[in-house]
């Protein structure tokens, strides 16, 4: 087991450099000029040249580009992750004043996505071909179909017309204010856990399909065990297993799906921090956000793979 986890590792790191190289080419080739962001086209046309090349000095963005790459791989080491064009904080202190929001979004979805969406399959799988099947199944392809951005618009609409909702100015803290923190948490997790659900259930449904058809599930029934025994006990934990990958990877791609979910909602959160830096091409903290979702995701995924050899042992002989 130590020598699986020390592989994983040592490729999730492999993979996390790779990602920032990536990372680091895409931010410089995209189209646009920094400074066009922090002037403005007309403010641009009254700079020297003399003055153009001092600010792109002041940014560092006049060295050669492994320099500025090893430049920000330091500064990701050192934990610094530089400084927003538009705003006096470090992204890292960004990171640690909006993170938390995201995380609890992130977080909580995954709960709501287990809470609704096991039932849903094990009532689904349990009656197959039933009305009970024909609508969980309706309900988790209409979920899986909706834009999170557009129900979370209609949700804050409701809000706003049927009991005078407003966005939140600010975030509060869990341990500091939980009730404020909750309102504005529940409803992107809410957008997001609903998304979840309905991969949750047609995953959880298929595999549970598959497992009570078993060898092992039909002996226990041949021993007298009760309906409910059978399944709580013996196929749903192993039904469970590939539930568990899909929910690190749902988990994952919850970083991405935020970005417009707290726009909607008006989250202060990392999403919207993001959203913000590409409208002011803002590229420090732009590309120190996609990294940072890209490691997070590389993370999950070792913590999925730890996880299921740990409850299935073949896997880590493979």
Do not use: C
Request: charged share 15%; proline share 5%.
């Amino acid at each position: 087991m130590f020598g699986y986890i020390v592989r994983r590792l040592a490729f999730g790191a492999l993979t996390a450099v790779g990602v920032s190289i990536v990372v680091f080419v895409i931010m410089r080739i995209l189209p646009g000029d920094p400074l066009v962001a922090i002037f403005g086209p007309e403010g641009l046309t009254k700079l020297t040249e003399e003055q153009r090349a001092s600010y792109m000095a002041e940014l560092g963005l006049s060295d050669p580009l492994y320099v500025q790459y090893f430049r920000w791989a330091g500064d990701i080491v050192s934990g610094e992750f530089g400084r927003s064009f538009f705003r006096s904080e470090s992204v890292a202190e960004m990171i640690l004043r909006r993170g938390p929001l995201t995380a609890e979004i992130g977080l909580l979805s995954v709960v709501l996505s287990w809470i609704v969406g096991i039932p849903v399959a094990i009532i689904s799988a349990l009656r197959p071909n039933t009305l009970g099947d024909a609508v969980s199944r309706f309900m988790s392809i209409f979920f899986l179909a909706v834009p999170g951005f557009w129900l979370g618009m209609l949700i804050v609409l409701g809000l706003l017309f049927g009991f005078g909702y407003r966005a939140p100015l600010a975030g509060a803290s869990l341990l500091e204010d939980p009730l404020h923190n909750l309102q504005i948490v529940v409803g992107p997790a809410l957008v997001l856990g609903l998304g979840q659900a309905a991969y949750i259930a047609r995953m959880a449904r298929s595999s549970l399909l598959e497992v009570i058809r078993e060898d092992y599930v039909r002996t226990a029934r041949a021993k007298g065990f009760g309906r409910h025994r059978v399944i709580m006990r013996h196929a749903l934990p192993n039904a469970l297993l590939p539930v568990i990958t899909l929910s690190g990877i749902l988990l994952g791609f919850v970083l991405a799906g935020s970005i417009p979910v707290e726009r909607a909602f008006g989250t202060p959160g990392l999403g919207y921090a993001m959203f913000t830096a590409v409208n002011e091409r803002d590229v420090f903290v732009m590309q120190n956000l996609v990294f940072l979702y890209a490691v997070v995701f590389v993370l999950l995924n070792i913590l999925i793979d730890i996880t299921i050899a740990w409850i299935d042992p073949r896997i880590r002989y493979q």
